[in-house]
């Protein structure tokens, strides 16, 4: 008996180790940190890639791996999951319409919004698509401009091309298809003038921002598969990348905690809008004389 608990912790130890090596491999090999990720999020996707390819172990999958490098691509994709919709979460964006966007064109610059892990483009395309509608003509006198950004090649090579399918558009209203898609054959492309604002880049949310001052990032769906230390770590990021009195929206089921949670101020609950505070007006007073 004794020896079998012996056996089992071994495998088990063992087990973890060539885990633990999976993730390095990644890192090394595919340029993905996971060390933000849960394990138990980890372990869930690699365990598919384990089957798919045969692997009874974790250590037979490091063998699979070595002789078998295209499977980082596979492993990859089946980490970053791209499930996104046209105006997910509609309250959301009439919370921009109507609140946010109004308030952010009243200053003079031009606005800069950052849409993190944005898989297939869909949340940027309506982003533009909502601030052409509310400012139209005007936007010409008050650039925007978005990043959007994502870990997945796949996904942002489809954001890039901004070609969607029946089910894809069926949340855009007739209205809307309309006027910012062309329908050709099978698909509905987003219209040069939406696509203009936009600049696609490859991003790994674990590293720092490149950019700053940002007036308003959006990071849904994607906190979902962080550790609580990865979470916190990623939204000080977005702190240090948004300018003074900036916002901030996160995925519905996602919580700030933390210091996140002390430095941000939330704004409204159910939409998860939330402001990094504004500079003291004694401050600003002093910067300008
Ligand atoms: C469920 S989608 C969310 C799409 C969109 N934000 C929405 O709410 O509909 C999650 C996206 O996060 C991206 N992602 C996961 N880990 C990432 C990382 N470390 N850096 C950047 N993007 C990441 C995935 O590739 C995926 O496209």
């Known amino acids: 008996m004794l020896e079998q608990s012996k056996s089992a912790e071994l495998t088990n130890?063992?087990?973890?180790?060539?885990?633990?090596?999976?993730k390095r491999m990644i890192a090394e090999s595919a340029g993905l940190d996971c060390s933000g990720y849960r394990d138990e999020y980890l372990k869930r996707r690699f365990e598919i890639r384990l089957r798919a390819t045969g692997s009874a172990t974790y250590a037979r999958y490091i063998i699979y791996l070595r002789k078998n490098p295209a499977e980082f691509t596979n492993l990859l994709n089946d980490l970053t999951i791209n499930?996104?919709?046209?105006?997910r979460d509609l309250d959301v964006y009439e919370y921009?319409?109507?609140?946010?966007l109004p308030?952010?064109?009243l200053s003079k610059n031009p606005v800069k919004i950052w849409s993190a892990g944005c898989a297939t483009g869909e949340e940027p395309y309506s982003l533009s698509i909502l601030v052409n509608k509310i400012f139209g003509k005007r936007l010409?006198?008050?650039?925007?401009r978005i990043i959007a950004s994502d870990i997945d090649r796949d996904a942002l090579a489809k954001a890039q091309r901004g070609a969607y399918g029946p089910r894809q558009i069926s949340?855009?209203?007739p209205k809307m298809i309309d006027e910012y898609f062309t329908h050709e054959g099978d698909s509905w492309i987003v219209k040069d003038f939406v696509k203009s604002v936009i600049r696609f880049e490859r991003f790994d949310l674990n590293q720092a921002s490149l950019h700053v001052n940002f007036d308003l990032i959006l990071c849904r769906n994607v906190m979902i598969y962080f550790s609580k230390e990865g979470q916190h770590h990623i939204h000080m990021n977005f702190y240090r990348a948004l300018r003074d009195g900036g916002y901030m929206?996160?995925?519905?089921?996602?919580?700030?905690s933390g210091e996140p949670a002390e430095k941000f101020q939330a704004l409204d609950y159910i939409t998860r809008v939330y402001q990094?505070?504004?500079k003291p007006a004694f401050e600003t007073f002093k910067l300008k004389n």
């Open 103 to 105: 308030k952010l064109f």
């Open 276 to 278: 990094k505070p504004p």
């Open 249 to 256: 929206i996160t995925g519905k089921s996602e919580i700030l």
């Open 140 to 144: 010409a006198n008050h650039p925007i």
């Open 171 to 173: 949340t855009v209203s």
């Open 83 to 87: 499930y996104t919709t046209f105006f």
């Open 96 to 100: 921009l319409e109507h609140k946010l």
């Open 13 to 22: 130890y063992l087990e973890n180790s060539a885990f633990q090596k999976v």
